[in-house]
């Protein structure tokens, strides 16, 4: 029977004060669930705060045989299991050596890969020394296409969309170098990186970083435009490196129209960034370059890394601190005295993405190594099968980003979010737990939401 408030003692009082802190939790987390057009969060979420908070309640309220002793072991099970959870039990994996013995050539990529013709003598000497590579591309080849009418995902307004933002790209490639000004003004190492980091927010970039430009950051050999074959001769001495958002509600179309949009648009956003920034040092009298989509002398999530934006992890692309790898990425090289961002390798999220594994349950070209990361070229790390995952683009007609879609690291940048990003750089148990209540809340293999009404049926 419900006891009269007037006997309540405090252990029951405290009982009943945390089931209600824990439905308030859960409704806080259905609102904002419900507000990023996650309903299934939503409904779990509204679901556990009518169930969860019961037993708190009933310990606190009625009274029954042994109900003190009911009401001490939920208060103190509580307690420790939120103390275990954010208890900082480890440093996450380690990372080793992970730098690169040698660089990559670009001709080797899918995004130059694709682009060669048969009939061409490029073609033609390309596969004469890649014979193996030959059947893995003719496969890609019968497929409809990026863009293409025909493909699985096709869309007429959607698709037409992203092309004209790779057109407007393509306009700006001309723009990516140039000569210095002849009049050199002297800055202060402080001053030229405060005012390029700070300039770059404003212009759009959520995260900016900077590293001394190593030799692995470049491609080997061009692959792409009119410098096709020649060898990547890059001797700047920094590299700012920097990241623009992709929209969640854009992305979580994944892998419809929508998708690939949004990639075009940031593609866009990112290299409109990186030519100002660039042209903004030449006009200062030192020399810079940009690194712009179907443009770039180096290896972007390698840059970026090295200027601490984030770590690479199992899909292999960055993983961002706040967005995960919701982000399309930017670089501008330069000769500019600038001051380097120190490179903490983030051990905690290697060992979020051993965990997980989500990106690969959900990669619909099993694209994504499920197991463990591999002794590769002397780096200890995840390798995607990139033919594999450009013969599905290819088959679809997008870029895909389902891993990016279905990683728990690419919820939106706010309270909530963070407060689970700050649990998993805390604790290993923590890190456990939040792949299994992602897998509750989002499910395993989220599907794709809908079309917006104004793309039309």
Not at 162 to 167: L, P, V, Y
Not at 350 to 375: H, L, N, V, Y
């Amino acid at each position: 029977m419900l006891r009269p408030i007037a006997h309540i003692d405090a252990l029951s009082a405290a009982t009943v004060l945390l089931g209600a802190l824990i439905a308030a939790v859960l409704l806080m987390v259905a609102v904002i669930s419900r507000s990023e057009g996650e309903s299934r969060a939503a409904s779990v979420s509204t679901l556990l705060a009518v169930l969860l908070p019961l037993p708190y309640l009933a310990a606190g309220l009625i009274t029954f045989p042994g109900q003190a002793s009911v009401a001490a072991v939920l208060l103190g099970a509580s307690v420790v299991g939120v103390l275990l959870l954010l208890l900082p039990l480890d440093h996450g994996a380690k990372v080793g050596d992970d730098t690169p013995r040698a660089r990559i050539d670009e001709r080797d990529i899918m995004f130059s890969r694709r682009l060669l013709k048969k009939g061409t003598t490029r073609f033609d000497e390309y596969y004469a020394a890649n014979l193996d590579k030959k059947p893995l591309d003719d496969e890609f080849r019968s497929q409809p296409g990026l863009l293409a009418e025909g493909s699985a995902a096709y869309h007429r307004l959607a698709f037409n969309a992203a092309d004209a933002s790779f057109w407007t790209i393509e306009r700006l490639r001309p723009f990516v170098d140039g000569d210095p000004a002849s009049l050199r003004v002297d800055l202060s190492v402080q001053q030229s990186t405060r005012f390029l980091t700070q300039w770059a927010l404003k212009l759009g970039a959520v995260s900016v970083g900077v590293t001394p430009l190593r030799d692995y950051h470049l491609y080997s050999v061009v692959g792409r435009g009119e410098q096709y074959g020649e060898p990547v001769n890059l001797d700047h001495s920094f590299a700012i490196a920097f990241t623009v958002e992709m929209d969640k509600v854009m992305i979580d179309r994944a892998p419809l129209g929508p998708t690939v949009m949004e990639s075009a648009q940031q593609y866009v956003e990112a290299g409109v960034v990186a030519v100002q920034l660039a042209d903004f040092i030449r006009r200062l009298g030192y020399r810079a370059r940009a690194h712009i989509d179907g443009n770039y002398r180096v290896v972007c999530p390698l840059v970026a890394r090295d200027a601490g934006l984030g770590e690479i992890g199992r899909m292999g692309l960055l993983m961002t601190p706040n967005l995960g790898p919701r982000v399309r990425l930017g670089v501008v090289t330069t000769d500019i005295p600038l001051a380097v961002d120190q490179c903490r390798p983030d051990g905690t999220v290697i060992d979020f993405c051993t965990r997980c594994k989500k990106c690969a349950d959900a990669c619909p070209s099993d694209a994504i190594p499920i197991g463990e990361r591999e002794e590769l070229d002397g780096v200890r790390r995840w390798q995607i099968n990139q033919e594999a995952c450009f013969t599905f683009w290819c088959k679809v007609g997008t870029d895909c980003a389902r891993c990016v879609k279905v990683c728990p690291y690419s919820h939106p940048d706010n309270l909530l979010h963070n407060a689970v990003r700050w649990g998993i750089r805390k604790s290993v148990l923590f890190r456990k737990f939040a792949v299994l209540m992602d897998d509750v809340f989002y499910g395993k293999k989220p599907a794709p939401a809908e079309l917006q009404d104004w793309f039309g049926r």
